[in-house]
């Protein structure tokens, strides 16, 4: 009995191992290159398979190479700033794309992953998970903006240790150094004494530094420093 079933355990492995194998060689290669209008090569484009982030980008000369299911119905390329495209998928191994600048694609929104999202921090940008904690951030992309009826309202409640009352920011435990507790406002790397007019459908993304992270604002980031990048300023 021990030894018909140490077989029909055997049997069961090598199965399950062809299976898999199967699966394996089912996969198919598709590779392309994507470029814009000029045929300069687009680098850092996402593919795009069945409407879903695969995690694969261009390369910096344009190509792509990815492994994709028979089964699969749309491969496309997306891209924040150059527009996106998507084509059906019928099997074949090399689709290449062009892109003009117009928004082909629907229903779909890039995976942002966690700790890899941009972050202004005043002289340069940096991923989320590498800045410390005297950085706060709120993205200005996420679909809740439109309910926001100015940039006082978006910035409320999203940043630890920022009130907002009214038309006022104050961060908390920062010691001022003159008589007003406003921070430095700063809109695409430019210093502005308000904010009233920044509509939330135009915000990018805002940042909120503080402690050693605003200490390259001097004396005028003393209460704190408010970066505020905007849709279409390149930043």
Known sequence: MKARAIILV???LVAANQAEGQKREKLMTVTGTVTDTE???VAGALIVIDLQ???TKTRKNGTYKIKVRPDVRSVGVY???MGSAVTVFEGQQKID???DGTEAMVNFAPVVREGDTKVDIGYGTAKKKDVNTDVGYIDGQTVDNASYSNIY?????KVPGVDVVGNTITIRGIGSLNLSSDPLFVVDGVVVSSIDNIS???VKSISVLKGSSAAIYGTRGANGVILIT????GR
Not at 153 to 157: A, H, L, N, S, V
């Open 230 to 233: 905007l849709i279409g300023s």
């Open 79 to 81: 891209t924040s700033n």
């Open 97 to 99: 794309f062009v892109l």
């Open 39 to 41: 045929m300069y090569p």
């Open 10 to 12: 055997m049997i069961i």
């Open 153 to 157: 309202d978006m910035i409320q409640g």
């Open 53 to 55: 982030d695969s995690g």
């Open 200 to 202: 939330p459908r135009e």
